[in-house]
């Protein structure tokens, strides 16, 4: 049975026709290819059309001419002899489509022309390559017709420094070592005393964030930064990288995502791409996306290999991806996410001003020391960078009535603490007090009177 397939995008259409292996089911694979043809919405010629050899060459020049665009790094292609299609660059910012009749094609018809050449736009290559995507990944048309792309060797991408350049800190250390070498063989041995230890009055609790197994980023971030790293980064800015970059990073975690994989919910993560499409660091959004992130090919993906040297200077992208029970994924820019994400705070701004505060020192001391035992007995590890501070109020029975962040990063992770859970709203009394709570990044945790000991 003949049957067509069609693959539709705004500026570009692909169109296959060919035989299925059953005579009466529409839905059965397409296997024999009879004509494929390629057809621009504002180009002015013919469609381009051809058999299997005119696909075959089509999928690969895209493919390859798609993985230049991404990555900068010009491959040649692994055939010595090129086929009838290739695409090539050109002048403006377009992009020039090339079709070779085959000899086949010009003993059959003898006013088949020998060269067709397309000048495209971006958006419209874009669209060529989005509808190639959609025909590989579509198992229903020609199941033996795969993708032959292979990861860019490192070899082929040139250093940005040169080598003089790169080498001079490394004489340069040999010549200082040499010299503080020469120094120190005429400083006599020091006398070393024993350190005094002195007594401290601030309570710290000795828990710490447990270090990362390998394979598992601390907190949810890639092994050697998380996105708070890139925040001095250049924004990449461009709709037609953004677009590409979404496309690949969407279909290389598609490919490590099992759709027999059934979390409990969906699992969300912050990325930041770099413009080679190389996922710098990762962090999970919610506390199920944390515990089942080795389930995702993340940990996998996540590349760094020059940790801070590299964030500071490379444009970077942030994209969300959301892994879904049924075996989908969905990555979106990260600033869409974030403004769809519905605006609710934990806590007050400020508090309101006391009218009666708890005036007695011995039942400040108390209240201080069961607020820290409550709260060290809920913690848990933070992604905090920076210190998190709470302005925290209780009555006089010891309940915490309410609690108001006090520096930006303490209301972006107030969820990370045990405050939300530990707040009685039906708490009240006439007596209360203010204590302040700080969360340091090194796990530490502070509780004061807000005023001072009395």
Known sequence: MTVKRQYRLPSCTL?????????????????????????????????????????????TAVSYYGQQLLSGVVRPLDKEEPGPVTVKADQGGYHRLIVQSTPLEAMENSQALARVDVKLTTLQFHDLMEAVDQLLADTQTLPDLTSQLQPVPRQLVKP??????????????????????????????????????????????????????????????SANSSPEDFTQSPAITDPDTLSLLQRDITRTLQQGWPKDA???GDLSYRLVVSEDGDILAYKYETDLALGEVDRTPLPELAFDPVGSLRSSQEPVAEFQATFSPDGEVVVEPWSTAEAAKPSATSAPPELPEIASKIKDSDRIRQLNDGLYDRILS?????????????????????????????????????????????????????????????????????????DGWP
Do not use: H
Request: proline residues 13%; charged residues 10%.
């Open 262 to 264: 059934k979390p409990s």
């Open 15 to 59: 169109t296959l026709e060919g035989l299925t292996a059953s005579s009466s089911d529409l839905q059965s694979p397409l296997t024999v290819l009879m004509n494929a043809e390629c057809q621009f919405a504002s180009a002015n010629q013919p469609p381009l059309s051809g058999g299997r050899e005119f696909l075959d060459s089509l999928v």
């Open 160 to 221: 940005t420094t040169p080598i003089v350049q790169r080498s001079a800190p490394a004489v340069l250390g040999a010549a200082t070592l040499a010299a503080a070498g020469l120094a120190l063989f005429f400083v006599p041995v020091p006398e070393v005393k024993p350190p005094e230890v002195k007594p401290t009055v601030t309570r710290e609790s000795s828990t710490a964030p447990p270090t990362s197994t390998p394979g598992t980023p601390p907190q949810g971030d």
């Open 378 to 450: 809920n913690l848990q590890p933070l992604s905090a960078s920076e210190p998190l501070t709470y302005r925290v109020r209780l009555n006089q029975e010891g309940a915490i009535v309410a609690y108001a962040p006090i520096n930006a990063a303490a209301g972006l992770l107030a969820q990370e603490t045990p405050l939300p859970q530990l707040v009685n709203t039906a708490a009240s009394g006439a007596d209360q007090l203010d204590f302040m709570v700080v969360f340091t990044p090194a796990g530490v945790l502070q509780v004061s009177p807000w």
